[in-house]
């Protein structure tokens, strides 16, 4: 009988402690997929921040080269209107 007892406290206590582990690996595993998946929004935003400034760059880019187009043509009508006068 005593025995008996020994052997399902024996059993029960390796029940609990496999359910701790399982427990335990569950967190484990929560945690290690909330993670990749906090590691890919920020690869997203990295990437979307960096397209960004990639648009950014080339509009900056655009506007610098059509001022100086602009610029460019000024000077001519000015240099053109110039020797209208002499």
Known sequence: MQENRQ?????????EQLERQTRHQDRE????????????????????LQEK????????????RLET??????GYQDEVLNQDVY
Do not use: C, F, P, Y
């Not at 399902?8 to 029940?15: G, P």
């Not at 400034?53 to 610098?64: A, G, K, M, P």
């Open 7 to 15: 052997a399902q406290e024996e059993s029960l206590r390796k029940l």
């Open 29 to 48: 595993d929560k945690e290690g997929h909330r993670t990749a998946l906090m590691q890919e929004i920020n690869t997203q935003v990295e990437q979307r």
């Open 53 to 64: 400034e990639e648009r950014e760059v080339l509009r900056l880019q655009e506007e610098l």
């Open 69 to 74: 187009q602009r610029m460019a043509q000024q």
